[in-house]
């Protein structure tokens, strides 16, 4: 907390319960902050201490054995407790020598009630303070968040916020975007600045090279704390806030550094998401080009200026991604255009920042809940399928949160801004083919025979093939409500294994042999020879694309 709010063993002693009460040891630590008042009677206590209290005892413990009191200080040292405050009468009639100078040594304050005194109206009296004052500490910090809020709505706000929590914490305040000149709130000169700058430039490098939580980091450094707090959203880190203090940071310098970083990372946030508004403006001209309205290389070099050179050799993958709110109240918002936009244009935003992220150059546009990515391969370092494994997952996580649920289909690689109409097309069929496989993301690549029965547009002839192949199964099931299709699927992609098609169906043994017995019935004993085998997969394959709604 800070400093107003702290109470300290000094402060403690000026309070009207210890105005008989004096010192005997350990001056040193007066400064050391009371969190709390505990009475302690026993001789074993470790397990009931956190730190920071302020130990009131009659000596029933340990009375005048000078190895108990000695257990009892060792416990008290190690649990890092304020003070210990002994009441003289009751147990002790002095305070050994030797127990004053144990106290000593380890710095640990010692203060004696030379009477009796009513331990209940001293730990009411210090309990009701600090609950003031945490009470009081809410509300600044409330009043103070808000302000923060208030502040950047202006055109200065980032300034007035860095101002008002280093008037706040009597702190250093340095304020590092990534984008922009670092701030320093009171001004340093130049050494000092060039100096500061190496020093947290080295400390973030190694933060983001390490798991980042988003949790601030604190370090100390020639006797200063210094607090780096990452500010950001949707999984990227835009800037770094850095407290730097000539104390050991308190709850309060936490709270209210979180406070003006969240405060911070929302300007920001609506700062991207108009830009990314203005993006998704610029690049409408995506869709004509993924629709076949643009023909002509010189009007797409026009629309994409200097870039379109080194773009047009990069190999790219266009991406859909299908965005629905899985709550009800959130689908009912998504019904207006508005509402899809918004979610959609957030979602914009979020995706840029990850496929940026992993090396991919993303050019995005909105149609209706699909958000259509044409994401450049900017390295070949590492394999493009592993990176935007990698970026799905992001997504995932970072749109779970919102309950948002996405089904993403991807398109083969491709080169030349001219030929992007056939990796959307190919992204279109991957994505429709989400809810038959089951899968979040589809990539077209790994459709298998899915990419020969798309090209087949006569749907009479694949209802044709299915009934040929499959016609006895498909009758069967219908008149008797059995899964004898399902079943031969699982049996067939099990390479005809009868233990892993039983696993997979949840079914036992006997009951998948019974099953089997009836397929080769309907079928024929020849059903598992190659080519009828081959054939029979294929119509399973031909069956889910004609009837997607029908799970297998």
Not at 77 to 82: A, F
Not at 111 to 133: E, G, K, L, W
Not at 269 to 277: A, D, G, S
Not at 443 to 455: I, K, M
Request: hydrophobic share 40%; charged share 20%; proline share 3%.
């Amino acid at each position: 907390m800070n400093q107003d709010y702290q109470l300290t063993v000094e402060e403690v002693l000026g309070r009207p319960f210890f105005q008989q009460a004096y010192i005997a040891a350990g001056q040193e630590g007066l400064q050391r902050l009371v969190r709390w008042v505990h009475i302690i009677e026993v001789i074993q206590f470790e397990e009931l201490l956190q730190g920071g209290e302020m130990i009131l005892t009659t000596g029933a413990a340990f009375k005048s054995d000078t190895k108990l009191f000695m257990l009892y200080l060792e416990q008290l040292i190690n649990n890092n407790v304020s003070c210990l405050c002994i009441e003289m009468g009751h147990y002790l009639s002095a305070i050994p020598q030797t127990w004053i100078d144990a106290a000593e040594a380890c710095g640990l304050p010692l203060i004696i009630f030379p009477q009796a005194v009513r331990f209940i109206d001293i730990t009411q009296d210090i309990h009701a303070h600090i609950i003031n004052q945490h009470h009081k500490v809410l509300q600044d910090l409330e009043k103070i968040s808000r302000e923060f809020h208030r502040m950047t709505l202006s055109s200065q706000g980032v300034s007035h916020v860095l101002g008002l929590l280093q008037s706040s914490t009597k702190a250093q305040v340095i304020y590092m975007p990534q984008d922009g000149q670092p701030k320093f709130v009171p001004q340093l000169g130049s050494r000092e600045t060039t100096q500061w700058l190496e020093i947290l430039n080295n400390q973030i490098e190694r933060e983001t090279t390490a798991s980042n939580t988003g949790s601030p980091v604190v370090f100390e450094l020639e006797g200063q704390t210094v607090i780096v707090q990452p500010v950001g959203a949707m999984g990227k880190t835009w800037a770094h806030i850095i407290l730097v203090l000539g104390r050991k940071p308190q709850e309060y310098e936490y709270l209210i550094l979180d406070s003006a970083s969240l405060s911070i990372a929302q300007d920001l946030l609506r700062k991207r998401y108009m830009e990314e508004r203005k993006l998704y403006s610029q690049t409408l001209w995506v869709d004509d080009l993924l629709h076949l309205r643009i023909r002509d290389e010189e009007q797409v070099k026009v629309l994409i200026g200097h870039g379109f050179k080194q773009l047009n050799e990069l190999p790219y993958h266009v991406i859909l991604i299908e965005f629905e709110h899985r709550q009800i109240e959130y689908k009912s918002v998504l019904e207006d255009g508005d509402g899809i936009e918004s979610a959609g244009i957030h979602l914009s935003l979020a995706a840029r920042s990850i496929f940026e992220q992993h090396t991919f150059h993303p050019l995005l546009t909105l149609k209706n809940n699909r958000l259509v990515v044409v994401a450049f391969d900017k390295t070949s370092k590492r394999p493009a399928k592993e990176r935007l494994q990698q970026v799905f997952q992001s997504l995932q996580l970072l749109k779970a949160e919102e309950e948002m649920e996405l089904t993403i289909g991807v398109g083969q690689s491709n080169r030349s801004f001219l030929q992007a109409h056939r990796s959307y097309q190919e992204a279109l069929q991957a994505i429709s083919l989400a809810p038959t496989l089951r899968g979040k993301v589809q990539f077209y690549d790994e459709l298998g025979v899915f990419q020969l029965l798309f090209h087949i547009a006569d749907k009479q002839i694949l209802q044709s093939f299915v009934r040929t192949y499959l016609g006895p199964i498909i009758d069967y099931d219908h008149m008797k409500g059995s899964e004898l299709l399902r079943t031969l699927k699982v049996y067939l992609d099990s390479d005809g294994s009868k233990q892993i098609a039983a696993q997979q169906l949840f079914i036992v043994r006997q009951s998948l042999y019974y099953r089997l017995e009836k397929i080769e019935e309907l079928l024929g004993a020849d059903y598992m020879l190659p080519e009828k085998r081959l054939a029979l997969q294929v119509g399973i394959r031909a069956y889910q694309l004609l009837y997607p709604e029908i799970k297998l």
